[in-house]
């Protein structure tokens, strides 16, 4: 992995544990709002990208039970191990894979469903993932897709970063995230030969009034700072970013959220003399 991805695996890694107690429950709301829109055959294969803890995989069997072939992949280590012992916990049969969602190992039009919650946005060769997720769709499977996007949550990651190069120094600073519109999803999700059946892009702003509660969220939800310091350097950076937020903003940190939700569909395929 290069440096971008492998911080990003560590800093997920480094938060696993906590991932569902703290930003568990808002990623199962954002698919229980898709997943009615989603049409599938009986027995379905489900795949879900960037599959975190198991949530959205764990859910989608729920939802269309039984299932056939559940599989999630995801680049973080520990994101693997929980949703691994999740899975076995459960009784779900499904596989857990460590791999790179900008390289699919499965064969093409494997899957009537593909999931991809909350993670989209962290790739780096967003056309080329985007066309990995149509390929192992079958003809006529769906796409499930949430992603954050601009110009969500860039007071965060502009604060993060002037709160790491001003106690870590410049040189220990990542690139500040850039996330993609809805124009650019909507049009990779259409290069990729999928066809939109539904799509919102969701805003809100909101103030925050207790900076150490967020700084912990927002540290399990987008640890992209975070991946090659030691747990002294974390703590440090979370407290320093509490105490800026307190005394620059007393009446609240502003704070952009929005999310694209979208459901699309790859075109069946056309038989001969139709």
């Known amino acids: 992995m290069d440096g971008a991805k492998d911080r990003l695996a560590r800093g997920y890694t480094r938060t696993s544990a906590l991932y569902d107690d703290l930003v568990g429950p808002g990623y199962l709301a954002a698919i229980r709002r898709l997943l009615p829109f989603v049409r599938v055959g009986p027995l379905p294969a489900i795949l879900d990208v960037g599959c975190g803890t198991g949530i959205n995989l764990f859910e989608a069997a729920r939802w269309f039970a039984p299932a056939g072939l559940l599989v999630g992949i995801d680049i973080s280590p520990g994101m693997v191990a929980v949703a691994t012992a999740k899975a076995r916990q459960l009784g779900i049969p499904a596989r857990i894979l460590l791999g790179d969602a900008e390289r699919l190992p499965f064969p093409d039009d494997t899957f ?20 990995e997720m149509a390929r192992v769709l079958k003809p006529g499977g769906c796409l499930a897709l949430i992603a954050a996007t601009a110009p969500g949550f860039r007071e965060w990651f502009l604060l993060m970063d002037a709160v790491v190069r001003a106690t870590l120094g410049p ?19 259409q290069g990729a030969g999928l066809t939109i059946a539904g799509m919102q892009n969701l805003i809100q702003r909101h103030l925050v009034t207790n900076p150490l509660t967020f700084v912990q969220l927002m540290s399990v939800m987008a640890p992209t700072w975070s991946g090659d310091l030691s747990d002294r350097e974390v703590a440090a950076l979370q407290a320093a970013a509490a105490r800026l937020m307190a005394a620059g903003w007393p009446g609240g940190f502003p704070v952009t959220w929005s999310a694209l939700e979208a459901i699309a569909v790859k075109a069946p395929r056309s038989h001969p003399g139709a």
Do not use: K, Y
């Open 171 to 189: 040189d220990r600073a990542g690139p500040i995230p850039e996330l993609p519109t809805p124009e650019e999803l909507a049009a990779l999700m």
């Open 112 to 131: 009537d469903l593909v999931i991809c919650n909350s993670v989209f946005h962290w790739f780096q060769d967003r056309p080329g993932a985007m066309r």
